[in-house]
């Protein structure tokens, strides 16, 4: 044993990249080396090359390494197992996330042969020699000569994404129905074309940061690769539909613990919406289609968005930043065509937010939603009992309002009552009715103010405006209350069908609520019931009415589940693990990433898109104090 050890130490390390010939005191090969090299130059003479072609233009310097072809090469319909060998000098360049093209052989050499676009899924070391590195031996050969890098061999397991053909349309990409060739060469896929095609990222649409790879992010000629979301409308030049569905219309969700950018990516991203572009919408009361633009309404619990109506004064016109920015189709500076409503409430101060409106909550919401006056779960006696006293209340006053509501209440105090009488109203649910409906925070959001929110709609819905309801000012039942009367008129007129504001019903719109976690998450009373139910039916019905959701939260598992399942684009930037784990919408192989991200760094699943990482922008594209 000891004999065959020091044979094995008195030998150089193999390299994976060339072989050492034996220890014979000279450099020229072994008779039996010699013969071997003969034979095999020998027998490749024999052999066809077969030439498989590639669409990189410089195979060397974008070649990564080849399939591997010792290992089983799988491909069916639910999974995968394709490997590279990945070449010493490429080394340092590989990561997982990056994206590949693997050449299938075509019939004609001279034609584009379809490619498998796939990404790096993993990187395993394996020991180049038969030697365990779990034994004496192979800790004595440690002790002498190093063990180095060159003495293993990287391999990068690969995730097929799609299957890339050239038309003469340009490039298509379909399902991955074709296995990769053993030793095919691997390349890095670095063409702007090839990568929208296999991750279906469109040409255009709304900016969404920059596509990247373990937060750095992909250039292409020098540039970095923009990543939009799909926002087809009207062809300003046409006037023709164009063909697709707006991403916006199926409902989004920004998610991110505190700290990681989610305000400022939320900014730069709302930012792309303000602008002259049209959607068809259908008139309810002509059926006729309608090109509008959108009505951005923005619900700000934190008044951060007011200031969007100013530009970043870092970002001048002038800039070389600025011009390259625009010239990518990102809209930069403030927004002109801006409003800020803010709620007129009882016993609170109106925040600071510059140029602004105020806005009334009238009590006469209340008269198709009654659940707004439950913050509870009564019983069914008494919500019936409560729903008939409304309801015979609008029925007898043309000037409704809360004061009035409880005067009229009061006047039927008496059990022999017409009101009392007419529903056979128990003391003992009277008592309840009257408890009920004598909450403070009623007097104080109902009927402040000169401007219903009814009569003002054409101004806060208006289209091609950005419209900001800060509500910082407000806390507890006052805020929640407040919201979900502006919520409710907001979904009721957009997806219903009679009686409905018309600036609100034909007008495409964007519903932005930050925290929303506090409004639609799972319901616990019976105004909250009444608001998710109605969001549900909305995240339904949005493609249609065209509403979109747009939800911006540090508790995206708080979401009501039903509602999580309708939103078809989900932008997580960093989040614990906790809260990863209860989020199934998290894209497969990000749950580890993303308790790593930093700031700005975000993953993104957009319908009918790869899930892919990108990184935002470092600077605000709007005025963005915190």
Same mark, same amino acid.
């Given at each position: 044993?000891?004999?065959?050890?020091?044979?094995?130490?008195?030998?150089?390390?193999?390299?994976?990249?060339?072989?050492?010939?034996?220890?014979?005191?000279?450099?020229?090969?072994? &008779?039996?080396?010699?013969?071997?090299?003969?034979?095999?130059?020998?027998?490749?003479?024999?052999?066809?090359?077969?030439?498989?072609?590639?669409?990189?233009?410089?195979?060397?310097?974008?070649?990564?390494?080849?399939?591997?072809?010792?290992?089983?090469? *799988?491909?069916?319909?639910?999974?995968?197992?394709?490997?590279?060998?990945?070449?010493? &000098?490429?080394?340092?360049?590989?990561?997982?996330?990056?994206?590949?093209?693997?050449?299938?052989?075509?019939?004609?050499?001279?034609?584009?042969?379809?490619?498998?676009?796939?990404?790096?899924?993993?990187?395993?070391?394996?020991?180049?020699?038969?030697?365990?590195?779990?034994?004496?031996? *192979?800790?004595?050969?440690?002790?002498?000569?190093?063990?180095?890098?060159?003495?293993?061999?990287?391999?990068?397991?690969?995730?097929?994404?799609?299957?890339?053909?050239?038309?003469?349309?340009?490039?298509?990409?379909?399902?991955?129905?074709?296995?990769?060739?053993?030793?095919?060469?691997?390349?890095?896929?670095?063409?702007?074309?090839?990568?929208?095609?296999?991750?279906?990222?469109?040409?255009?649409?709304?900016?969404?940061?920059?596509?990247?790879?373990?937060?750095?992010?992909?250039?292409?000629?020098?540039?970095?690769?923009?990543?939009?979301?799909?926002?087809?409308?009207?062809?300003?030049?046409?006037?023709?539909?164009?063909?697709?569905?707006?991403?916006?219309?199926?409902?989004?969700?920004?998610?991110?613990?505190?700290?990681?950018?989610?305000?400022?990516?939320?900014?730069?991203? !709302?930012?792309?919406?303000?602008?002259?572009?049209?959607?068809?919408?259908?008139?309810?009361?002509?059926?006729?289609?309608?090109?509008?633009?959108?009505? !951005?309404?923005?619900? %700000?619990?934190?008044?951060?968005?007011?200031?969007?109506?100013?530009?970043?004064?870092?970002?001048?016109?002038?800039?070389?930043?600025?011009?390259?920015?625009?010239?990518?189709?990102?809209?930069?500076?403030?927004?002109?065509?801006?409003?800020?409503?803010?709620?007129?409430?009882?016993?609170?101060?109106?925040?600071?937010?510059?140029?602004?409106?105020?806005?009334?909550?009238?009590?006469?919401?209340?008269?198709?939603?009654?659940?707004?006056?439950?913050?509870?779960?009564?019983?069914?006696?008494?919500?019936?009992?409560?729903?008939?006293?409304?309801?015979?209340?609008?029925?007898?006053? &043309?000037?409704?309002?809360?004061?009035?509501?409880?005067?009229?209440?009061?006047?039927?105090?008496?059990?022999?009552?017409?009101?009392?009488?007419?529903? $056979?109203?128990?003391?003992?649910?009277?008592?309840?009715?009257?408890?009920?409906?004598?909450?403070?925070?009623?007097?104080?959001?109902? %009927?402040?103010?000169?401007?219903?929110?009814?009569?003002?709609?054409?101004?806060?819905?208006?289209?091609?405006?950005?419209?900001? +309801?800060?509500?910082?000012?407000?806390?507890?039942?006052?805020?929640?209350?407040?919201?979900?009367?502006?919520?409710?008129?907001?979904?009721?007129?957009?997806? %219903?069908?009679?009686?409905?504001?018309?600036?609100?019903?034909?007008?495409?719109?964007?519903?932005?609520?930050?925290?929303?976690?506090?409004?639609?998450?799972?319901? $616990?009373?019976?105004?909250?019931?009444?608001?998710?139910?109605?969001?549900?039916?909305?995240?339904?019905?949005?493609?249609?009415?065209?509403?979109?959701?747009?939800?911006?939260?540090?508790?995206?598992?708080?979401?009501?589940?039903?509602?999580?399942?309708?939103?078809?684009?989900?932008?997580?930037?960093?989040?614990?693990?906790?809260? +990863?784990?209860?989020?199934?919408?998290?894209?497969?192989?990000?749950?580890?990433?993303?308790?790593?991200?930093?700031?700005?760094?975000?993953?993104?699943?957009?319908? %009918?898109?790869?899930?892919?990482?990108?990184?935002?922008?470092?600077?605000?594209?709007?005025?963005?104090?915190?």
């Amino acid at each position: 044993m000891s004999d065959n050890t020091d044979d094995i130490l008195d030998r150089d390390p193999v390299s994976n990249d060339e072989s050492t010939s034996a220890d014979t005191g000279t450099d020229e090969p072994t &008779d039996n080396e010699t013969d071997t090299t003969d034979r095999e130059t020998d027998d490749q003479t024999t052999v066809p090359e077969t030439t498989v072609p590639n669409s990189l233009t410089d195979a060397d310097e974008d070649e990564l390494g080849h399939v591997v072809a010792s290992e089983e090469i *799988h491909v069916t319909r639910s999974e995968y197992t394709v490997n590279a060998f990945v070449k010493t &000098d490429c080394r340092d360049d590989v990561r997982v996330g990056d994206y590949v093209q693997i050449p299938y052989p075509g019939s004609d050499p001279t034609e584009q042969a379809d490619e498998l676009f796939a990404v790096v899924d993993g990187l395993r070391y394996e020991p180049y020699t038969e030697l365990d590195d779990k034994s004496d031996t *192979h800790n004595r050969i440690a002790s002498v000569h190093a063990l180095d890098e060159t003495e293993f061999v990287l391999v990068a397991e690969l995730e097929p994404i799609a299957i890339i053909s050239s038309t003469d349309d340009g490039l298509e990409r379909s399902i991955v129905n074709k296995i990769p060739k053993p030793n095919t060469p691997v390349a890095f896929s670095l063409d702007e074309e090839y990568l929208r095609t296999g991750l279906n990222i469109p040409q255009d649409g709304v900016f969404a940061g920059y596509l990247s790879v373990g937060g750095d992010r992909m250039t292409v000629d020098g540039d970095p690769l923009p990543y939009f979301i799909n926002n087809p409308g009207i062809d300003p030049v046409t006037e023709e539909i164009e063909s697709g569905e707006p991403a916006i219309f199926r409902h989004t969700l920004v998610a991110g613990s505190t700290g990681k950018g989610k305000t400022h990516f939320t900014k730069n991203l !709302l930012r792309q919406f303000a602008t002259d572009k049209r959607y068809p919408i259908e008139n309810h009361q002509t059926g006729d289609t309608e090109h509008s633009r959108l009505n !951005l309404v923005i619900l %700000d619990p934190e008044n951060e968005y007011s200031e969007m109506r100013n530009g970043n004064p870092e970002l001048r016109d002038e800039d070389e930043l600025v011009q390259r920015l625009e010239r990518q189709g990102i809209e930069v500076g403030g927004i002109d065509n801006f409003e800020t409503f803010i709620p007129d409430i009882g016993n609170t101060n109106a925040p600071t937010t510059g140029e602004s409106r105020n806005l009334t909550i009238p009590f006469s919401l209340v008269e198709h939603r009654p659940q707004l006056l439950m913050p509870y779960t009564p019983t069914e006696v008494t919500r019936g009992a409560l729903e008939n006293c409304i309801q015979a209340y609008f029925d007898d006053t &043309d000037a409704p309002t809360y004061d009035n509501f409880l005067q009229y209440l009061r006047t039927n105090e008496d059990s022999e009552s017409p009101l009392r009488q007419r529903y $056979n109203i128990e003391d003992g649910t009277w008592s309840a009715i009257m408890r009920r409906v004598t909450d403070a925070a009623y007097r104080d959001v109902f %009927d402040h103010g000169t401007n219903p929110l009814p009569d003002v709609s054409n101004a806060v819905f208006r289209e091609g405006q950005v419209t900001v +309801i800060p509500t910082s000012h407000l806390h507890g039942a006052k805020e929640e209350l407040t919201v979900l009367s502006i919520l409710s008129y907001i979904i009721d007129n957009k997806i %219903d069908d009679y009686n409905v504001d018309p600036n609100v019903k034909d007008t495409p719109l964007l519903v932005a609520v930050d925290e929303a976690h506090n409004y639609v998450s799972d319901p $616990n009373t019976l105004r909250e019931q009444y608001i998710v139910n109605r969001a549900r039916d909305a995240v339904k019905q949005g493609r249609k009415d065209k509403l979109g959701l747009f939800m911006i939260t540090q508790n995206p598992e708080d979401i009501d589940g039903d509602i999580l399942k309708q939103t078809n684009t989900n932008i997580f930037l960093g989040l614990r693990e906790e809260v +990863i784990t209860k989020v199934p919408s998290i894209p497969r192989g990000y749950e580890q990433d993303l308790q790593k991200y930093g700031k700005g760094q975000a993953v993104i699943k957009a319908p %009918d898109v790869e899930a892919v990482e990108v990184k935002g922008l470092p600077y605000c594209l709007t005025q963005h104090s915190n």
